[in-house]
C-alpha cells in the first residue's frame, strides 16, 4: 500500500507581521512545503505565552467518489471529531493525531489538511480521498489447487484497498505457487475491472499452468544394503509418477517428504548414522526431473543392555530416541542414554551409571557397530514410613492423599525421588496457602535404612511449623463510583472472615477492573493494599480504584460488505451509539459477525482507544466470502439404493445472512425437490427459522405402500445454553397413500387424500466432541408431534420420540458408542387406527442391522408390520486403524408392539456384526454385516450395509 501523503498549509495575516517557518513541520514528516502561519498559530508552535487562536469551523470535503459522499464524509468526522471540535483552541499536536488517525482507520488513500484564518479564528479543511476497493476476485484455471489456496497466496483480499502496483505484484505470488506444484513455466495474467455502479473494482486472475515437470531418472549411489528398486518405491514422487498425467506432476514439497522417508527407513533398520544428499537436473524442454541420490549408509547398529535387573530391555528400547533423530556426531546416543538415566531416577534409583562399550565389525562388507549399554542401577530407594507432625489445619491422612512420595501400593510404585519430594513441599505449602496461613515452614528429617544389597528403605518426617493463620477482617474500596460497593463485594472471591490468600488478591484485581471496565472505564487501574494486624491474624484489605474517564461508543463503520447490508451487521453488534463503551461487548459482537459464516475475515479496530478519547468509533474490517454454492452427490446406500441429488443455493440471500436453496434427489425408493430460507436471526432475535416447500414420492424397500406428500413447514430454534437448543415445528401437508399391492380388496383408506397439520415441540442436548467422528460425549433428544387431520381423524395423534447417544474412548484408538430410541403414537380421533404410513417401521441401516430394510417384522405374507410402539437399542465398539480406517464390532436390538392385532414373528429381535468404515472429512463411507441371532427359517442369516455417516 502506498504511504498516504498528508499535506498541511496554514496561511492567515498577522496583524502586520508575518513569520515564515523554513524546514519546521509541525506535522511531523507528513507535511511537505514552505508553511506560513498567523503569530498565535506560530506561538503554539513554538511554545510562546501568546494566547492561541480558535478553531471556528471545521469543513470536510470527500474527492474523486461518485457516490456515498455523505458515507466518507461521516467517517472522517467521526475520526476528526475525536482529536478536534469547533471553539477549542488550535492545536498542532491534536491536528497531527487527527491525520495519523484518518489514516490508521484505513479507508482514504490521500489526506490533505488546510488552514486558513481570518478575525474570527481558525478554518481547518480536509480533503480526503477514499480507497477504490476490491470488491470480488474470480480465478480461472486454478485446478488442481482449490481456490482458497490460491486466495492464501495472494496478498490482497476482497476488501482491501486497490493499488494497482499491489496487485499487479499477484501475479509473481501466484505463479511460485504453481511453480512448486510442478509446473515448469504457469502464465498467471491479472486485470482489474471498475464497476460503473459503485466504483470498486473486480480482479481477473487467469491462470494458464502449462505444462508440468515429472519425475525422470532416479539413481541411488551408495547404496550396499538395500537394492535401488526398493529405495524408490519408499519415494511417493517416484510412485505417482508411474501413473503419469496430472498424478505424476514433481512437487518440491512432496520430495523434500520423500528423502525423510528414506532416512526413516534406513535409521528403521539399525542404519542411524544415515545420510543422503541429492542433486536435480530438471529439464524444461522434456518436462523431467533427474535425481541422482548419494547414500552414506554409515555403520548398522546393534545395541544391547547389560546390568539392568529393575527394567527390562523393552522398557529401555522405548528411551531410544535414535530412530526419530538418528545418531550424527553420537547425538542421539547421547539423548538416549539421557532418557534412560532420567527413567532410573524416577523408578528410585538415583545413583545409576551407565557405561558404554563399542566394537566394530564387518559383516559382508557393512560396518556393524554394536553398542553395549553396561548398566549399573545402584541401590534402589523405597519409601517405607513417611510422618507427618505439627499439623493441625489439615489431618495427616489429607495431605498424604495430595503429594506423591508415598509407600509401595496398588497403584504406586514406592520410588522415592528427591525432585518429587520437593514438589510435595510445594504442594502442601500451597494448602496451607489456601487456608491463610502465609508463612508454613517444613523441615524434612530422611534415613535410608539398608534391607538388602542394592535395596534401601527410606523413613522420612516431616515437620509442620503452621504458623499464624491470616483472615480477612474487612474489605473496602477507595475511589470507586462507577459501580456501588455492595454489587462489587458480592462478586469478589475475598470477603470478611475468609482466609487471606494472595492469589485470591491478584484475582480479585482483575475482577474489580473488568467489573468497572464494562461499565465504560476501560483505562482503569485496581490496586490493592494491605494492612496486617500486629500478631498478623487478621488483614483489611483495601482496593484503591482509578476508574479513569467515562469512555462512551460512537458510530460504528463497515468496510468490505459489499454484499451484507449494514443492518444486519448493526445488530450483531451490542453496543449502540451512546453506549458505554465495553471491551467484552465489542469482543462479542465481533465474535457474532463472523459466526455468521458468510465472511472469512472480521476485524475490529477501535479508533481512539488507544489515545483515552471519550469516545471510540469503532471500524470493522470484513472479507466476504462467495455466497453462491453448487452441490452434486452420487452413490448407493442399503436404505435407498442407488442415488443422485443437487442443491443450489446462495448462503446470504440479498445480503440479509439468510440461506436460501433448491435442491432435490431421486433414488430407488423415490424423488423429492424441496427449496428453503433458513434465517439465524428471526425478526432480529436469537431464534432461528427454517422455512421450507416440499414435495416427495416415498416408496420404501418391502414395503406394500407408496406415499406422495407435498406441503410446507417452519421450525423455529433457539439455543437455551451452551449445549441445549429447544425447537418448535409447524407443518402442512397434503398427502396421498398408494397401495402397491396387486389384490384389489387391499385397497383401504390409505388411499384417501388427507391434509394434516402437526406441531412438533422438541428439546435436544448435545455435547459431542464432533459431528462427524464423536468419541465421547452425549447427544438426546426429545419430541412431540400433535398431528391433527384437517378432513377426517385418521391423522389425529399424538407421536412422542426420544433419543440418546453416548460416546467415550477409554483407549486412544478405542470408542465405545451407545444409542437407546423409543417411539409411541397415541391416537386420539373418532378413526383410533393410525394410517400404515405414519406408523413406526424396523430394520435395516438406521435401525437394526442384519436385517432388510422395514423387516424386523413381518406377517405370515412376508410383507413389513409397523407398530403404534418401537424401541432400538445398539452398542459399538470402534476400533482406530489408522490411515482413516476404523474396524466396528456391533450389537443391535429392535422392539415393535401394538401392531394391530396382526399375527407377526417375535416383537423382539436383535442381531450382531462388523463393519469397515472410511473416514473422510465430511462424514464416514462404511460397509456393514449383521447377522441375525434369531433367524426364522425362511429368513437370510444376514445382510450387507453400506452406509455413508455413522448409523448413530
Known amino acids: 500500500m502506498k504511504v498516504i501523503n498528508v499535506y498541511h498549509k496554514a496561511v492567515s495575516a498577522l496583524r502586520g507581521?508575518?513569520?515564515?517557518?523554513?524546514?519546521?513541520?509541525?506535522?511531523?514528516?507528513?507535511?511537505?512545503?514552505p508553511v506560513s502561519v498567523t503569530q498565535a498559530i506560530a506561538d503554539t508552535i513554538d511554545g510562546s505565552d501568546r494566547e492561541p487562536a480558535i478553531i471556528v469551523k471545521i469543513h470536510i470535503e470527500a474527492l474523486d467518489c461518485a457516490d456515498h459522499v455523505s458515507d466518507w464524509i461521516q467517517i472522517a468526522q467521526d475520526v476528526i471529531s475525536l482529536y478536534i471540535a469547533e471553539g477549542e483552541p488550535f492545536s498542532a499536536t491534536r491536528v497531527e493525531e487527527s491525520l495519523t488517525a484518518l489514516k490508521a482507520c484505513g479507508n482514504f488513500r490521500s489526506i490533505h489538511a488546510d488552514s486558513k484564518q481570518d478575525e474570527h479564528g481558525i478554518t481547518l479543511t480536509y480533503s480526503v480521498t477514499p480507497f477504490k476497493l476490491i470488491k470480488e476476485i474470480i480465478i480461472k484455471g486454478k485446478y488442481p489447487l482449490f481456490e482458497n489456496k490460491v486466495l492464501n497466496t495472494m496478498t490482497v483480499y476482497p476488501g482491501d484497498a486497490y493499488v494497482k502496483t499491489v496487485v499487479d505484484a499477484q501475479s509473481e505470488f501466484v505463479g511460485a505457487l504453481f511453480r512448486k506444484q510442478g509446473y515448469i513455466a504457469p502464465d498467471v495474467v491479472i486485470g482489474a475491472w471498475e464497476d460503473p455502479d459503485d466504483e470498486h473494482y473486480i480482479l481477473f486472475v487467469n491462470i494458464d499452468k502449462g505444462s508440468y515437470y515429472s519425475l525422470g531418472q532416479v539413481i541411488f549411489q551408495g547404496n550396499r544394503s538395500f537394492d535401488g528398486d526398493v529405495l524408490r518405491w519408499r519415494l511417493k514422487s517416484y510412485r505417482k509418477a508411474i501413473f503419469g498425467k496430472a498424478a505424476g506432476r514433481f512437487k518440491q514439497a512432496v520430495f523434500k517428504k520423500d528423502i525423510d522417508n528414506v532416512?526413516?527407513?534406513?535409521?528403521?533398520?539399525?542404519?542411524?548414522?544415515?545420510?543422503?544428499?541429492?542433486?536435480?537436473?530438471?529439464?524444461?524442454?522434456?518436462?523431467?526431473?533427474?535425481?541422482?541420490?548419494?547414500?552414506?549408509?554409515?555403520?548398522?547398529?546393534?545395541?544391547?543392555?547389560?546390568?539392568?535387573?529393575?527394567y527390562g530391555d523393552r522398557a529401555l528400547r522405548k528411551q531410544l530416541v535414535l530412530k526419530e533423530i538418528g545418531n550424527r556426531g553420537g547425538l542421539g546416543l547421547r539423548k538416549s542414554i539421557k532418557n534412560i538415566k532420567v527413567l532410573y531416577r524416577k523408578g528410585g534409583f538415583p545413583q545409576s551409571r551407565i557405561k558404554v562399550q563399542k566394537q566394530d565389525s564387518y559383516e559382508k562388507g557393512i560396518l556393524q557397530r554394536n553398542i553395549r549399554l553396561i548398566i549399573d542401577e545402584g541401590p534402589h530407594l523405597i519409601v517405607n514410613r513417611l510422618d507427618i507432625a505439627g499439623n493441625t489445619a489439615y489431618s495427616e491422612r489429607k495431605l498424604k492423599r495430595q503429594i506423591l512420595t508415598r509407600r509401595p501400593g496398588f497403584l504406586h510404585d514406592g520410588a522415592y525421588v528427591e525432585e518429587i519430594l520437593q514438589e510435595d513441599l510445594l504442594v502442601i505449602k500451597n494448602m496451607y496457602h489456601k487456608k491463610g496461613y502465609l508463612n508454613p515452614e517444613i523441615s524434612v528429617d530422611k534415613a535410608m535404612i539398608p534391607i538388602e544389597k542394592y535395596r534401601l528403605h527410606m523413613e522420612i518426617d516431616l515437620n509442620i511449623e503452621e504458623g499464624m493463620r491470616t483472615t480477612v477482617s474487612a474489605v473496602e474500596f477507595d475511589g470507586l463510583a462507577a459501580v456501588s460497593p455492595e454489587s462489587i463485594r458480592k462478586k469478589l472471591k475475598m470477603k470478611p472472615g475468609k482466609s487471606f490468600r494472595l492469589y485470591v488478591l491478584k484475582n480479585d484485581e482483575r475482577r474489580i477492573a473488568q467489573i468497572i471496565s464494562e461499565q465504560g472505564h476501560p483505562y482503569v487501574n485496581v490496586e490493592s493494599h494491605t494492612f496486617f494486624s500486629e500478631e498478623r491474624s487478621h488483614v483489611r484489605v483495601v482496593f484503591k480504584v482509578d476508574e479513569g474517564p467515562l469512555?462512551?461508543?460512537?458510530?460504528?463503520?463497515?468496510?468490505?460488505?459489499?454484499?451484507?447490508?449494514?443492518?444486519?451487521?448493526?445488530?450483531?453488534?451490542?453496543?449502540?451509539?451512546?453506549?458505554?463503551?465495553?471491551?467484552?461487548?465489542?469482543?462479542?459482537?465481533?465474535?457474532?459477525?463472523?459466526?455468521?459464516?458468510?465472511?472469512?475475515?472480521?476485524?475490529?479496530?477501535?479508533?481512539?482507544?488507544?489515545?483515552?478519547?471519550?469516545?471510540?468509533?469503532?471500524?470493522?474490517?470484513?472479507?466476504?466470502?462467495?455466497?453462491?454454492?453448487?452441490?452434486?452427490?452420487?452413490?448407493?446406500?442399503?436404505?435407498?439404493?442407488?442415488?443422485?441429488?443437487?442443491?443450489?443455493?446462495?448462503?446470504?440471500?440479498?445480503?440479509?445472512?439468510?440461506?436460501?436453496?433448491?435442491?432435490?434427489?431421486?433414488?430407488q425408493t423415490g424423488y423429492w425437490a424441496e427449496t428453503r430460507l433458513y434465517e439465524p436471526r428471526f425478526l432480529g432475535t436469537r431464534i432461528s427459522s427454517d422455512l421450507g416447500i416440499f414435495f416427495e414420492w416415498d416408496e420404501p424397500f418391502n414395503q406394500t405402500f407408496a406415499t406422495s406428500t407435498y406441503g410446507t413447514d417452519i421450525y423455529f430454534s433457539r439455543k437455551l445454553t451452551k449445549r441445549i437448543i429447544g425447537n418448535i415445528g409447524f407443518r402442512y401437508e397434503r398427502r396421498q397413500g398408494y397401495n402397491l399391492d396387486d389384490d384389489p380388496a387391499a385397497e383401504d383408506d390409505l388411499e384417501i387424500p388427507r391434509s394434516v397439520f402437526t406441531t412438533s415441540p422438541s428439546i435436544g442436548y448435545d455435547s459431542r466432541d464432533s459431528f462427524v467422528r464423536p468419541r465421547k460425549g452425549i447427544f438426546?433428544?426429545?419430541?412431540?408431534?400433535?398431528?391433527?387431520?384437517?378432513?377426517?381423524?385418521?391423522?389425529?395423534?399424538?407421536?412422542?420420540?426420544?433419543?440418546?447417544?453416548?460416546?467415550?474412548?477409554?483407549?486412544?484408538?478405542?470408542?465405545?458408542?451407545?444409542?437407546?430410541?423409543?417411539?409411541?403414537?397415541?391416537?386420539?380421533?373418532?378413526?383410533?387406527?393410525?394410517?400404515?404410513?405414519?406408523?413406526?417401521?424396523?430394520?435395516?441401516?438406521?435401525?437394526?442391522?442384519?436385517?432388510?430394510?422395514?423387516?424386523l417384522l413381518y406377517?405370515?405374507?412376508?410383507?413389513?408390520?409397523?407398530?403404534?410402539?418401537?424401541?432400538?437399542?445398539?452398542?459399538?465398539?470402534?476400533?482406530?486403524?489408522?490411515?482413516?480406517?476404523?474396524?466396528?464390532l456391533f450389537y443391535d436390538v429392535g422392539y415393535l408392539n401394538e401392531t394391530s392385532g396382526l399375527e407377526v414373528t417375535d416383537n423382539v429381535r436383535d442381531s450382531v456384526g462388523v463393519g469397515l468404515r472410511y473416514v473422510t472429512p465430511i462424514g464416514a463411507i462404511g460397509v456393514l454385516y449383521g447377522h441375525k441371532l434369531d433367524p426364522q427359517p425362511e429368513e437370510s442369516k444376514g445382510r450387507f450395509h453400506f452406509s455413508v455417516g455413522y448409523t448413530f
Open 17 to 33: 507581521r508575518i513569520k515564515s517557518l523554513v524546514g519546521c513541520c509541525f506535522l511531523l514528516a507528513l507535511i511537505v512545503g
Open 263 to 310: 532416512v526413516k527407513y534406513y535409521r528403521k533398520r539399525q542404519y542411524f548414522d544415515v545420510h543422503i544428499t541429492h542433486t536435480l537436473e530438471k529439464d524444461p524442454e522434456t518436462g523431467t526431473v533427474d535425481v541422482m541420490f548419494a547414500v552414506d549408509e554409515g555403520a548398522r547398529y546393534n545395541i544391547t543392555f547389560e546390568g539392568n535387573n529393575f
Open 859 to 888: 406377517d405370515s405374507e412376508n410383507n413389513p408390520v409397523g407398530g403404534e410402539m418401537a424401541a432400538v437399542g445398539s452398542a459399538e465398539a470402534r476400533v482406530d486403524l489408522g490411515r482413516n480406517f476404523e474396524f466396528s
Open 551 to 667: 469512555i462512551k461508543m460512537g458510530n460504528t463503520h463497515y468496510h468490505g460488505n459489499f454484499r451484507t447490508n449494514e443492518r444486519i451487521l448493526d445488530r450483531e453488534i451490542e453496543m449502540q451509539p451512546g453506549d458505554r463503551y465495553s471491551l467484552k461487548k465489542m469482543y462479542k459482537g465481533e465474535q457474532n459477525i463472523r459466526a455468521m459464516n458468510i465472511f472469512r475475515s472480521v476485524q475490529f479496530k477501535p479508533v481512539g482507544l488507544k489515545d483515552q478519547k471519550e469516545k471510540i468509533h469503532l471500524f470493522a474490517e470484513i472479507d466476504e466470502k462467495p455466497p453462491y454454492f453448487f452441490e452434486a452427490k452420487g452413490g448407493y446406500e442399503s436404505s435407498t439404493g442407488f442415488y443422485a441429488g443437487s442443491k443450489l443455493g446462495d448462503h446470504n440471500f440479498w445480503g440479509l445472512n439468510k440461506d436460501a436453496w433448491i435442491g432435490g434427489e431421486v433414488s
Open 780 to 855: 438426546s433428544f426429545l419430541a412431540v408431534d400433535l398431528s391433527k387431520g384437517i378432513e377426517n381423524s385418521f391423522d389425529d395423534f399424538y407421536k412422542y420420540r426420544f433419543e440418546i447417544r453416548g460416546f467415550t474412548t477409554p483407549f486412544k484408538r478405542l470408542t465405545f458408542a451407545g444409542r437407546g430410541s423409543f417411539g409411541d403414537i397415541d391416537p386420539y380421533g373418532a378413526a383410533g387406527v393410525v394410517p400404515q404410513d405414519q406408523l413406526f417401521f424396523l430394520g435395516g441401516t438406521a435401525s437394526v442391522r442384519g436385517f432388510d430394510e422395514n423387516l
